[in-house]
């Protein structure tokens, strides 16, 4: 999606930003607009570290190269982008909350440093993979487009409630930790919910708008 596009929709329908007023409260599309209207030129890119190819490999332990994140944003700072859309991954938050935490932040700090705010997104059923899984990773299969890309969650947490406090106490970390905070651009609760397969989407997004607010 043209991320300018994606902002615009983003700021009317989840009213989510890191500037949000009133706790719960759904901006109206005057005020969506008027914050819209108040930010830089939004030029940016949807950002995966060369090194990734699924969400466990970008923010997971064993995978993690904040030289190569550097290196990659001077670029796109020398292009003249000044924002990037970060996908996080529940299931590396679920095995190593701590370090999960510290590694977002150091990419955080890495965008900053090259003049760049953040666009987060929470969970996608986009991906051949619908449940994602920590460990070694599967390659990719040539030719082929995100043939390794993940769910997040996966589908066995989307359509099973018994799952979902813990997805809730991981949204909820990281958007108390950065809910003020003016690095972060904007909100993405859930990235193509339309794709609805094997997915019980409706109930599920429900829940996390409710977190989110």
Known sequence: ??????????????????????????????????????????????YMPSYGGTPVEIWGKDYFKPEVVDSELALAEDLGFNAIRLFLCDVV???DPRGFMERLEETVRLADKHGMRILMTFFTNGGTIKNPYTGPQPQPVP????????????????????????????????????????????????????????FDTISFIKEVYLWAR
Do not use: F
């Open 93 to 95: 938050w679920q095995e």
């Open 143 to 198: 030719g082929v487009h995100n043939s390794v890309w993940m769910s997040s969650p996966g589908k066995d947490v989307v359509n099973n409630p018994e799952k979902w406090p813990i997805i809730e106490r991981y949204l909820k970390q990281v958007m108390r930790r950065y809910k003020n905070d003016p690095r972060i651009l904007a909100w993405c609760l859930y990235n193509e919910p339309e794709h609805t397969d094997c």
């Open 1 to 46: 999606m043209n991320m300018n596009k994606s902002l615009t929709i983003l700021a009317i329908a989840l009213a989510c930003v890191s500037c949000a007023s009133t706790v719960g409260e759904r901006w109206s599309e005057e005020k969506a607009n008027e914050w819209y209207a108040s930010q830089p030129w939004p030029v940016g890119c949807v």
